[in-house]
């Protein structure tokens, strides 16, 4: 006879120790000790964040900004996607997007960057993110010091609609510098400029 079966007849199985969290919380370390996480999983405020299947939208937004960006980076930048950024001990967030200092980028080994190295982060809205989309890695974001942060959001025909944000060190904060449709075109953090209705041709 099987083992002891729930009510819906499904078998019971064993709670997973490593869904567990300590009594403070989830740390960087146990982030990247655990080895049955699943692909993607973050770190925000000490718990664990796992990632739902994505969309199409949201796959092919981000290679679109990806690719933009890579097209006019220069020398001293590199582009990444979908790339754990410590921001401390109970803080890993994995942004869409990120640019980073070159001198971070110290081989194809590497599974993390720390905050200090990153001069822009994306993240791109998802159903099942969007509160800390929005919200809470914005603060995070900018609490480490991050310089330019973009929200990019599902606009009209399913395009996207990027919000660009630069921090304001006095105050901790980022602020709305503009919401661009259509087109993307930028000085900072360097000269960018991206057809965002190219999603269309993807």
């Known amino acids: ?14 709670f997973p120790e490593w869904l567990r969290p300590p009594h403070r919380g989830f740390t960087v370390d146990d982030l ?49 996607r979908e790339m754990v950024v410590v921001l401390g001990p109970g803080q890993a967030p994995e942004p869409d997007v990120s640019v980073l200092r070159a001198e971070a980028v110290r081989g194809l080994e590497a599974n993390r960057y720390d905050a200090r190295d990153v001069v822009l982060a994306v993240e791109t809205v998802a159903p099942d993110s969007a509160i800390r989309d929005r919200e809470r890695k914005p603060q995070l974001y900018a609490r480490a010091g991050i310089p330019h ?13 990027v919000h660009v944000h630069r921090l304001d060190p006095g105050a901790g904060a980022y602020v709305l510098t503009g919401v661009h449709e259509g087109r993307l075109t930028l000085s900072a953090p360097f000269g960018i400029d991206i057809d965002l209705t190219a999603i269309d041709r993807l």
């Open 1 to 14: 006879m099987d083992d002891v079966a729930t009510a819906n007849g499904v078998d019971d199985e064993p």
């Open 32 to 80: 990247f000790r655990l080895t049955d996480l699943p692909s993607h999983t973050q770190l925000v405020d000490g718990a664990l964040v796992f990632r739902a299947r994505q969309s199409a939208y949201h796959s092919l937004a981000n290679s679109l900004l990806v690719e933009g960006l890579r097209r006019t980076c220069p020398a001293h930048l590199r582009v990444r």
């Open 149 to 161: 942060f973009w929200l990019v959001e599902e606009g009209t025909g399913r395009r996207p609609v």
